[in-house]
């Protein structure tokens, strides 16, 4: 069954460093998503993005926060300058068009900021 | 306006029992509401939704009941099994939004066998 994938699993940073979170949607969807996940709280909505651009995103995606599909199928998240409170897990998902509502999720990037 | 808000935070049901987690919701523009399960360490899976034009969706063992004019909405989980034992979420999409997702708070669900 296709899924989605996310990488790493796992990243380190320090505070101030720029980091970038990969994903590789399922290869037939076209909507994209970027959510996070504070430890122990719930799911939040970053951004959407389809047919090359942004088409919302939350209070949380400031300026800070970029997206990009490079290459047709990857879609990146990247934090220019992190601080300790981007500190989450970050999921990525993607959905097809075409009628259907179901959001796929990767299983994650677990970002640390030190 | 965007807020989901989900009850319990944690339910303990003995195995075979049946679980309830509420949600209700305050922006009627909302028009997609799915329930998601998650795992510890895996990302929020999919397990049933609903769209306002109906009350209730059964899918084997889970059904979604739906009161659009309290703006409230369940997940019934029958003969729960520890299986069952994950971190349910409630959700709430716009669909001419892209059909970004507000989810609720979560409800972890421990099934004793």
């Known amino acids: 069954e296709p899924e989605v994938t996310q990488t790493p699993s796992h990243q380190v940073t320090q505070m101030g460093q720029e980091v970038i979170l990969r994903c590789v949607p399922i290869?037939?969807?076209?909507?994209f998503y970027w959510y996070r996940q504070i430890l122990g709280q719930k799911v939040e909505f970053l951004v959407s993005f389809y047919n090359n651009e942004i088409s919302e995103k939350s209070e949380i995606f400031d300026d800070q926060f970029s997206v990009e599909r490079p290459d047709g199928s990857n879609f990146t998240l990247k934090i220019r300058s992190t601080k300790l409170e981007d500190s989450a897990m970050y999921f990525c998902?993607?959905?097809?068009?075409?009628?259907?509502?179901?959001?796929?999720f990767g299983p994650g990037t677990r970002l640390t900021v030190l | 306006q965007q807020q989901v808000k989900q009850s319990p935070q944690s339910l303990i049901v003995q195995k075979g029992g049946i679980s309830i987690i509420n949600c209700a919701y305050e922006?009627?523009?909302?028009?997609?509401f799915p329930w998601y399960q998650q795992f510890p360490g895996k990302g929020p899976a999919l397990l049933i939704a609903i769209r306002p034009d109906v009350s209730e969706k059964k899918e084997g063992r889970f059904t979604i009941s739906f009161n659009k004019s309290a703006k409230q909405f369940s997940l019934h989980i029958m003969d729960s099994q520890p299986g069952d034992s994950a971190t349910y979420f409630c959700?709430?999409?716009?669909?001419?939004?892209?059909?970004?997702?507000?989810f609720g708070g979560g409800t972890r669900l421990m099934v004793k066998p």
């Open positions: 959700a709430a999409g716009l669909g001419n939004a892209g059909n970004m997702l507000t």
């Open positions: 998902a993607s959905r097809q068009t075409g009628g259907t509502d179901t959001q796929y």
């Open positions: 290869s037939n969807h076209l909507y």
């Open positions: 922006n009627t523009a909302f028009d997609y």
